[in-house]
């Protein structure tokens, strides 16, 4: 019996372990097995990023790269040969430029890896200051009626949303730092604040919420009345409310990595999501497969760091049961004050809405960046549109694919998050791979479906959620009267139903309502990459991707829709921030 147990227990420790090497194969292989899959011709794509657009694809010119390259064999047999170069350290050479493959990784990593460096230390100090002001809040008396806003306001804008104004504020209207380039260390200061603003604004949310559940405990009341010092407590709280966070840490510092990309482009630093990006288009397999090998690994590796650090901070209570939490909940605040402003930004957003569907989006009915008037009050974009008009009229569509997106990504990072003993490879290299190089593979598998975008966007967005969901559950289980329930004849399903769904929901569903805002304007941002909506539809992402050249001169292209979704962030936010 001893020996069926301990095998059991053996089988349970290297099924995550199983499930890493399986998806990190899986990845890799598919990458390798694209052009077959998508029918792609990768000779084209390899001929222009060689010789320029303006290059005539000639049947000879075409016809000398397959025979170069040997793409006249199977992508199966290039795969083979490539995983066995790759286990000698070996990962080839560049279809495009062919240099080694491991030299430009290891110096594009280098580069990301210092970026990724500077944005977490920003991170930790702006957290630093969010906990600070809730702990400020409890001492005071105020903790139920102090509010997350500038937090909500954070994780609704995306990171090159953030760096192109960062780069209007301090490049072009101070002049205090450059714009562009990755020369001294003045270069580092806007892309770094680009990545650490969203991830302070969502890590400080969360450890908010989760601080909040601790500080009522009654455990809180029985130190204060054995006059256990504040600065004790304080940092036992912290503790607790960290304890199942730290595998969100571990998502962020995987994300200011590999999802980097966008900021690399903008600020024209030489990073390894750059070096990915430009190898999806040119269809530069080897870098594409050695790139993302690197960031998939690092990915694992962070993940199991912080799912060791999680259980080292539970201690014996994980085996014990003798972890004692209150439950969080999830229900419409009862602060009037929040409660009036959620419905008085809702109501803005209605009349908003319904002013805007009077007038056409679609002519080009005014001057080239009109500025704004009673007759247009948003201005007119660089073709003579209506921006009221525009922005008004593709709020619905916009907040429609964004809602669903979001309940999507919720319900997969539910059923997958309660399951990782099977899913955690899934779930860590999900989040390793770039959205934008996600949207680029998914719009080649595809062939640029209308529904490719949402399906790139669902593909990274559940992960999150679903590594959040894992370490709510492993606190849940360490609870005492979860660990006797089997001992009571309690059936797994009415254990998850009664005991640990009610302990994992609530601030589960907090973090996906956090998320929405990001997740609606990462879905509609790919259009730029012909993905989902295309012009002239005036869907949001495409209104910021059009209106940012001119953003000077006709800001409320890129602004309006910006604070729409800002607006909808803090208005949910406070509809259910108790």
């Not at 040997?70 to 995983?83: A, P, V």
């Not at 730092?177 to 770094?192: A, D, I, Q, R, T």
């Not at 800002?566 to 921030?577: E, K, P, Q, S, T």
């Amino acid at each position: 019996m001893l020996s069926a147990v301990g095998g059991r227990i053996s089988l349970e420790q290297a099924m995550p372990w199983v499930s890493r090497v399986f998806f990190l194969a899986f990845v890799v292989v598919l990458v390798g097995l694209m052009p077959e899959f998508a029918g792609i011709d990768p000779s084209q794509s390899i001929l222009r990023a060689r010789s320029g657009h303006q290059q005539l694809l000639t049947a000879e010119a075409l016809q000398s790269i397959r025979d170069e390259l040997q793409l006249d064999r199977s992508s199966g047999e290039r795969l083979w040969d490539w995983l066995s170069n790759a286990m000698h350290g070996d990962l080839g050479t560049s279809w495009v430029d062919g240099s080694p493959v491991v030299d430009g990784i290891w110096h594009t990593a280098s580069t990301s890896f210092t970026l990724m460096a500077s944005a977490l230390a920003l991170t930790v100090i702006f957290c630093s200051i969010a906990f600070l002001y809730t702990i400020l809040s409890w001492r005071r008396g105020r903790l139920a009626s102090s509010h997350n806003s500038l937090s909500s306001v954070l994780v609704a804008l995306p990171e090159y949303v953030i760096a192109s104004m960062l780069i209007l504020v301090f490049a072009i209207w101070l002049q205090w730092l450059p714009p562009y380039g990755w020369v001294e260390w003045k270069n580092l200061w806007l892309p770094s604040l680009a990545l650490a603003l969203p991830a302070s604004g969502l890590l400080s949310r969360l450890l908010s919420d989760s601080l909040k559940r601790v500080l009522n405990e009654p455990w809180v009341i029985t130190w204060l009345s054995a006059n256990v010092s504040i600065y004790q407590i304080t940092l036992f709280a912290l503790k607790r409310a960290m304890s199942n966070l730290i595998p969100q840490f571990s998502m962020v510092i995987i994300g200011l990595t590999g999802g980097a990309v966008a900021v690399e482009m903008i600020f024209s630093i030489p990073g390894i999501g750059r070096l990915l990006l430009g190898a999806t288009k040119s269809q530069d397999l080897p870098v594409l497969q050695g790139g993302l090998l690197v960031l998939l690994v690092f990915s694992i590796a962070i993940s199991c760091i912080g799912i060791l650090l999680q259980k080292i901070v539970l201690g014996k209570a994980l085996s014990s049961g003798k972890l004692i939490s209150s439950q969080s909940s999830f229900r419409f605040t009862r602060n009037k004050w929040k409660r009036l402003g959620s419905v008085s930004i809702f109501l803005f957003i209605i009349v908003f809405v319904g002013l805007a569907t009077l007038y056409d989006p679609y002519t080009s009915q005014f001057g080239r960046l009109v500025s704004p008037s009673l007759g247009i009050p948003l201005g007119s974009d660089a073709i003579g549109r209506d921006l009221f008009a525009r922005v008004g009229t593709g709020m619905l569509s916009t907040l429609q694919g964004g809602i669903l997106a979001t309940v999507l990504s919720l319900l997969v990072g539910i059923a997958l998050g309660l399951y990782t003993r099977y899913s955690q490879g899934l779930i860590e290299i999900t989040k390793g791979l770039p959205y934008i190089i996600v949207g680029l593979l998914v719009a080649g598998l595809t062939g640029m479906s209308p529904h490719s975008a949402l399906i790139a966007i669902v593909v990274t967005s559940w992960a999150p959620l679903a590594a959040h969901c894992s370490s709510l559950l492993l606190e849940a289980k360490a609870q005492p009267y979860v660990h006797l329930a089997p001992t009571w004849g309690v059936r797994s399903w009415d254990m998850y139903r009664h005991y640990l769904l009610p302990y994992v929901l609530p601030p589960l569903l907090r973090h996906a309502l956090l998320r929405l805002p990001v997740i609606t304007l990462s879905l509609t941002s790919l259009s730029f990459i012909g993905l989902g909506v295309k012009p002239p539809e005036p869907e949001w992402g495409l209104l910021i991707a059009e209106n940012l050249p001119y953003i000077e001169r006709s800001p409320f292209g890129v602004i309006a829709p910006i604070l729409g979704l800002v607006l909808l962030g803090i208005a949910v936010n406070l509809m259910f921030d108790d």
